[in-house]
């Protein structure tokens, strides 16, 4: 058990782009009862992160840290915690939407929302793994879709290598014409590229919107019954998380990381990832 009584972590005094995160030195948090202290050795970098970042959203007003995807050890078990014991490797995204405050050396988590790590996935790929959004194409062939995709041309090798069985490049064709009469079209970009995509759904199909709930009114209004459309949220689900780790282990399932930064380049991170270019995960690894 570590006997620091601070530690590094990334905060924002204000909002705003990349520069407004900073490195600094704050108190190491405590375990109450029912909590777990991880030491973290890496945090996923996820765009729920910069759009807080920039906007506050569930969080309001700065300060905080923003973050939610970790990977670690357990450093201290708080009273009542049954499931872990210091030294387990952990993962899950703690607290969400509230302040998980990822993006440090140590973070506090209800027992219940975290999971253990499968063997032979490594800490990086253990931060990338608990906000899914490439590997809902992994996820949905293991429970038995034929998937389709949608990328740039150049991008058509990794959804091949991620198992989707038919690429559609969305900047030479209509991706509504290609996809036709599917079952569910999960949305991951959101404003007219949703609305362009909407078409393919067939008659009692699912519209799944995961970006904002700000654009489904429309949906609702284009879709007029014919389909389901509706947005979602993730928690932090022990049974989910643990479903993912099993997946893991089955070997249906893997992370892609495309790059890491040290913690104290989380602008970094930020600013590649909001170019939305980046294949895969973004993760800070953490000393």
Do not use: C
């Not at 209004?221 to 947005?231: C, D, F, P, Q, S």
């Amino acid at each position: 058990m570590s006997t620091e009584t601070t530690m590094h972590a990334i905060r924002q005094a204000t909002l705003g782009g990349p520069e407004v995160l900073e490195l600094v030195e704050v108190p190491r948090p405590s375990p109450i009862p029912t909590e777990v202290l991880v030491r973290t050795l890496a945090a996923g970098v996820n765009p729920v992160d910069w759009k807080v970042r920039a906007r506050g959203g569930f969080l309001g007003e700065p300060p905080f840290t923003v973050g939610w995807d970790v990977a670690g050890v357990v450093e201290e078990v708080g009273y009542g915690v049954t499931r872990f014991a210091v030294g387990d490797r952990v993962f899950g995204m703690p607290r969400f939407p509230r302040e998980a405050a990822a993006y440090a050396q140590y973070v506090t988590s209800p027992s219940r929302q975290l999971a253990r790590l499968p063997d032979g996935l490594d800490d990086v790929e253990a931060g990338a793994l608990p906000l899914v959004g490439h590997m809902a194409v992994q996820i949905a062939k293991a429970r038995g879709a034929y998937v389709l995709g949608t990328a740039r041309a150049e991008k058509h090798a990794f959804l091949a290598d991620l198992g989707v069985d038919e690429a559609i490049d969305y900047t030479s064709e209509n991706v509504a014409e290609r996809a036709h009469e599917v079952d569910v079209v999960l949305d991951l970009v959101g404003g007219e590229t949703g609305l362009d995509a909407f078409p393919a759904v067939r008659d009692g199909g699912v519209f799944v919107s995961v970006p904002s709930s700000a654009g489904l009114e429309a949906l609702h209004e284009l879709a007029a019954g014919r389909a389901r459309v509706t947005g979602i949220l993730v928690e932090p689900d022990r049974a989910g998380l643990e479903a993912l780790a099993e997946l893991v282990a089955a070997g249906a399932l893997r992370p892609h990381v495309s790059q890491t930064f040290p913690l104290a380049e989380a602008g970094r991170a930020h600013e590649l990832g909001e170019t939305g270019r980046t294949q895969g995960k973004l993760v800070l690894t953490v000393d």
